[in-house]
């Protein structure tokens, strides 16, 4: 084996150990390695973009092929740069205002198309076996996924979900029940957020006021606290 | 003067906007021409956002070193593994192997880069189970749900839980497959709700932020 795969093996084994370290407590190894970390991972990413960005991507096109329409973005690019020109920083707005426009352009139509219409052709396509037909039968197996049985509960499931964060109509009456159906239904799903979302969006919500305050939200609590039987109140 | 630093901008936002919200809806080759040069666009006005995020990171740990504020042997630190990842990679031109054989800068990456990033990553498993054994505790009927989605799940997950209760595999097989997928289904959706809307308001000029402040 070569020296410098010994070498290499003995910092890499160091290095991790430095950064287990903080299972144990906050130390200066830990801060060592961390900041060696941020270091060499932005030397990377410099070096690599060097060689992506300006190498393969504006330097040999131009002299090689001639592309000059490439100084557009280059131009585009070197106006970000104006930032450091307190009198023209405004001039950096073309170069934001050109990326926030794509991006935003491109997102649009992809994200219906991929996103929004797929989730719901997913969710009410299966639906389509239930029409009565010529042989229609419900079935019932739960264990799989396209079964009758689970597409209405998948059904039931995001509708309401999406309901429970539809914040334009109060949550009251029969929409109470749906929206709580969504709550619990989150709790089968990547949703500790649910009640995070609530409080931002919802605050007029008691008790979304009550989560915020109670768990030091983002907002400096200004009223006083009530908590009588099952539920905060606020006072 | 305000025309061009207010109105020049949202101006651009919105043609570039339309274009290539439009793009999507025209199946031709000079669309798709279109939009492969834009991304490649993209990618090289990037490359210089870059330059700002370093020139900060660079001006703020200076001043650390500058005014010997406290950790200041840190952002010293992290000034070396820079600068010499760096000199690394320009010697090696950016190459992490060369014909099979490791360059420098391969062994900057291999030998530090890899094994800090996975165990940076490595030691988030238990931030996850500390803050799962927070979570997981039952103090509302919601709660209790949640300890007992996750106990089924982790039963189900692990060859001993299955052999321990049977049932475990295919009920959190059903939990992830059924209820697992309804939900993610419906925050996607109310995602890509809330994108769409967002991309509207940027395109019409109501949403402004990414301008910045300062003056008119």
């Known amino acids: 084996m070569s020296f410098e795969l010994i070498i290499g093996a003995w910092v890499a084994t160091g290095l991790t150990l430095f950064i287990f370290t903080f299972l144990y407590k906050d130390n200066p190894l830990f801060k060592l390695a961390e900041n060696l970390y941020v270091g060499v991972s932005v030397g990377y990413t410099i070096v690599k973009t060097y060689d992506t960005v300006i190498v393969h991507l504006v330097w040999k096109p131009i002299v090689e092929n001639g592309e000059w329409a490439l100084l557009i973005p280059v131009a585009i690019g070197m106006l970000m740069l104006t930032r450091y020109v307190p009198k023209a920083a405004w001039i950096s707005r073309y170069a934001f205002a050109f990326i926030v426009g794509v991006g935003s352009g491109l997102a649009i139509p992809r994200t219906i198309s991929s996103f929004i219409l797929k989730q719901i052709e997913d969710t009410v396509r299966p639906l389509l076996t239930l029409i009565p037909g010529e042989g229609v039968t419900f079935t019932w197996n739960l264990l799989n996924p396209a079964s009758s049985l689970n597409t209405i509960i998948i059904l039931i499931g995001v509708s309401s979900v999406l309901f429970y964060f539809f914040f334009s109509v109060e949550h009251t009456g029969p929409g109470k029940v749906v929206a709580r159906t969504g709550i619990r239904r989150c709790r089968f799903g990547p949703a500790r957020c649910c009640h995070r979302h609530r409080y931002r969006t919802a605050s007029r919500y008691r008790w979304g006021l009550a989560c915020c305050c109670s768990r030091g939200g983002p907002w400096p609590c200004r009223l006083r606290l009530v908590y009588a039987g099952d539920r905060w109140f606020l006072g | ?216």
Do not use: C
């Not at chain 2, 001043?63 to 042997?73: L, N, P, Q, Y």
């Not at chain 2, 192997?97 to 990456?109: E, L, R």
């Open chain 2, 1 to 216: 003067m305000i025309f061009l630093r207010r109105q020049v901008p949202l101006l651009i936002t919105l043609i570039t906007g339309l274009v290539f919200a439009g793009q999507y809806y025209v199946p031709h080759p000079a669309s798709e021409q279109m939009l492969t040069s834009v991304t490649k666009w993209l990618q090289i006005i990037g490359g210089f956002a870059l330059v700002l995020g370093v020139s900060s990171l660079f001006h703020v740990h200076a001043i650390k070193i500058r005014r010997k504020e406290a950790g200041w042997g840190y952002s010293f630190v992290l000034y070396v593994g820079m600068l010499g990842t760096i000199v690394a990679g320009m010697w090696s031109n950016g190459k992490e192997a060369v014909d099979g054989a490791m360059t420098a800068f391969g062994w900057v990456y291999n030998f530090m880069m890899v094994p800090l990033q996975s165990t940076m990553f490595a030691i988030l498993a238990f931030f996850i189970a500390s803050a799962a054994y927070r979570s997981f505790r039952a103090r509302s009927r919601e709660a209790a749900v949640l300890l007992i989605a996750a106990v089924i799940v982790m039963m189900g997950r692990v060859p001993l839980g299955e052999y321990l209760i049977p049932l475990s595999g295919d009920l959190s097989q059903w939990i992830l497959n059924v209820l697992n997928a309804s939900v993610r289904r419906a925050i996607l959706i109310g995602v890509s709700l809330g994108t769409v809307a967002l991309s509207i308001k940027i395109i019409f000029g109501k949403e402004r932020s990414y301008l910045g402040g300062g003056k008119e």
